[in-house]
């Protein structure tokens, strides 16, 4: 029997991509034995409406720099391109219809978006809609008492493993999963990269993202505003409802 494609979609803000996004990416493309991972840059994250993000066209352009190396890596404008449909549950159901039936689709979130996962619009039907991955850090604990029986009855935990052992997982049993991986090591994110710009710390940025978009961060003079400061404690993270 052929094997289904599979292709991983990686959704956020990406205010701005960083090296952690990308580490992520590349190592799930291995570890998963995808044929490829698309970021799904947000228009305007649902969330994230309460502070100004940097339009989207940019954050598009930025991921595309980031990404212009790795032949098995995407940047989809899907979300861009339908701002009135911004939820998860929208984009989800746009890509299945599109990719079809011998297409394996994963969805990729971070621990904060899974802690948050039941305020998302249709939550039971995003988890079930898809296979997920729940990416987190080395040692960090996820809960699973937000979510219903059902759900963590589909949760399978592959921290630590390697990728025979997921290859072995990833057909056992019907329906959709749920992965929770720990394969970040790279402690960066994007507020961080943002603060470090506004407070003049240029060599931050250098260290966090990928030459080209420091280039176009510095060209277009991203995150300079004073007003940044006041905002970084209202976005956190990079998931999206």
């Not at 205010?15 to 799904?40: K, M, Q």
């Not at 049993?173 to 790279?186: A, M, P, Q, R, S």
């Amino acid at each position: 029997m052929e094997r289904l494609k599979r292709i991983a979609l990686y959704g956020g803000t990406f205010d701005p991509v960083h090296v952690g996004h990308t580490a992520v990416a590349e190592n799930l493309l291995t570890l998963f034995a995808l044929d490829e991972l698309v970021f799904v840059p947000a228009y305007v994250a649902p969330h994230k409406r309460g502070r100004t993000v940097t339009p989207a066209l940019h954050r598009y352009a930025m991921l595309a720099l980031a990404t212009q190396h790795h032949d098995c890596l995407r940047v989809s404008s899907a979300e861009i391109d339908e701002p009135q449909r911004p939820y998860t549950v929208d984009t989800l159901s746009r890509f299945k219809t599109a990719l079809g039936a011998m297409t394996r689709l994963f969805f990729v979130m971070g621990a904060d978006s899974w802690e948050e996962i039941t305020t998302w619009r249709e939550w039971e039907r995003v988890l079930t809609m898809v296979d997920h991955i729940v990416v987190t850090r080395p040692g960090c604990e996820l809960s699973t008492g937000h979510v219903t029986s059902d759900v963590r009855n589909r949760i399978i935990d592959v921290r630590g493993a390697g990728g025979g052992v997921i290859e072995r997982t990833l057909d056992e049993g019907t329906g959709t999963k749920i992965f929770l991986t720990d394969i970040v090591h790279i402690d960066v994110s994007s507020t961080s990269i943002r603060r470090a710009v506004s407070e003049g710390r240029g060599g931050m940025l250098a260290e966090a993202v990928a030459p080209s978009v420091a280039g176009y961060i510095t060209k277009y003079k991203f995150y300079k505003e004073a007003h940044e400061r006041k905002l970084f404690n209202a976005g956190h993270g990079d998931g999206k409802h």
